[in-house]
């Protein structure tokens, strides 16, 4: 089995903490959380664009097909396509071949083959109905023209139900996720890979969650969220990207339905220790690869002048509220300190030079502490104390 890079059937290789998509490397997650930060503007028209094509596909079901069900197909799947080929996973994929399928599928020529098999196919099984039938008596052109037909139907019903499928999957999948991260992940002390399969149990176990995602899907009639992912697989050596002449052992999954690739990556992910977290100050979704409980993304901060990531500014307001807390123990030392000088200075002990580059110090090693844990803990009150600071005060005046 090779590498497929098809949109209606691709493949992903997962090694360690990183999938392989289309020859590139990303953290096991990265597609799933995605999903929470899509518009919803967005999906609410990719739901609209598609309901034509569940139309379509509830009349394949029931074996009819028409030249207006083909034409309705036709701008259906066009338009959904559209709009897939911006975002991700499509837009890793090959979409010129894509559309070069589409263009070829939805063809003149094809629709009036289509036409003509769904005509010789009904005389055929009304010949099967009559008594005096032989099926060795169909000649060999009608057997190849009905196989034909067979193989072009089934690829317009395939085509037609994946596209119908996407915009539900990405909706369905998009609500069970963000209730999963807000109902259980997000309340985790402890972030491992343990912790978030308990959590996934408990949640997806439920029956009363599973009630609430089914009545909340956008179709009751089309299935919903699948937590068993239906995927071919293969192990195989395959390269590293980015590494000169890695290998690695990889397991190979050949996915022909959006839900099933999402599930995978976000399990995958779970096991990785991979979690979704949302960013407290753009609100959008992230994916944390540790344990630490982290606050911020590294996207750029909504309404910054600077250009700032999240986690910059997050962590400079962070800070500036530790300063301003009166009974901050750093600054209890720094204040302490300050006195001293200020006492020295009064009493002529100091030159004034002297108790500005004291305090100097200590306002960096202030700094230094409320941003730096470690160092406070371990070395920010041996360097504040009088003998030290002024120590160091009196080298960097000589």
Do not use: W
């Amino acid at each position: 089995m090779i590498s497929v890079n098809s949109i209606e059937d691709f493949s992903v290789d997962f090694s360690d903490g990183d999938l392989i998509l289309a020859g590139k490397a990303y953290p096991k997650g990265t597609f799933a959380v995605n999903m929470l930060n899509r518009d919803k503007e967005k999906n609410t028209a990719l739901l609209t664009e598609a309901l034509p094509l569940y139309e379509v596909l509830q009349e394949r079901v029931g074996g009819f097909f028409s030249p207006e069900l083909f034409e309705k197909a036709k701008k259906a799947t066009r338009k959904v396509a559209e709009m897939l080929y911006g975002d991700e996973p499509f837009s890793l994929l090959d979409v010129k071949a894509e559309e070069a399928k589409l263009e070829l599928l939805f063809s003149e020529e094809v629709k009036d083959f289509l036409c003509l098999y769904d005509e010789g196919l009904t005389e055929y099984r009304k010949a099967q109905s009559e008594p005096d039938f032989r099926e060795e008596e169909i000649d060999e052109e009608a057997r190849a023209f009905l196989r034909k037909g067979e193989r072009l139907m089934k690829n317009f019903t395939d085509t037609v139900r994946f596209y119908a499928y996407v915009p539900h999957d990405i909706v369905n999948f998009e609500n069970a996720l963000l209730n999963f991260e807000q109902e259980k992940l997000a309340n985790l002390k402890k972030r491992d890979e343990a912790n978030f399969a308990k959590a996934y149990t408990e949640f997806f176990s439920d029956p009363d969650v599973l009630t609430v995602l089914h009545l909340s899907q956008p179709s009751r009639n089309m299935e919903g969220l699948n937590l068993c992912p239906r995927v071919r697989l293969q192990y195989l050596p395959v390269k590293v990207p980015q590494k000169k002449n890695a290998v690695t052992l990889a397991r190979r999954m050949y996915f022909g339905r959006l839900m099933d690739f999402l599930v995978t990556d976000l399990l995958e992910g779970i096991h990785a220790g991979h979690s979704p977290k949302q960013c407290e100050i753009c609100h959008r979704y992230f994916l944390m690869k540790d344990g630490r409980h982290q606050k911020y993304c590294d996207g750029i901060a909504p309404n910054d002048p600077k250009g700032r990531t999240c986690r910059t500014v997050g962590c400079r307001i962070a800070r500036e509220k530790r300063e301003n807390a009166k009974d901050h123990p750093a600054k209890k030392i720094y204040n302490t300190r300050c006195n001293t000088v200020d006492h020295h200075l009064r009493d002529g002990k100091i030159e004034k030079p002297f108790a500005i580059k004291v305090k100097e110090l200590a306002r960096d090693k202030l700094d230094r502490a409320i941003q730096d844990n470690e160092y406070f803990l371990t070395r920010y009150e041996d360097e504040m104390k009088q003998s030290a600071i002024y120590a160091e005060a009196k080298e960097l005046l000589k």
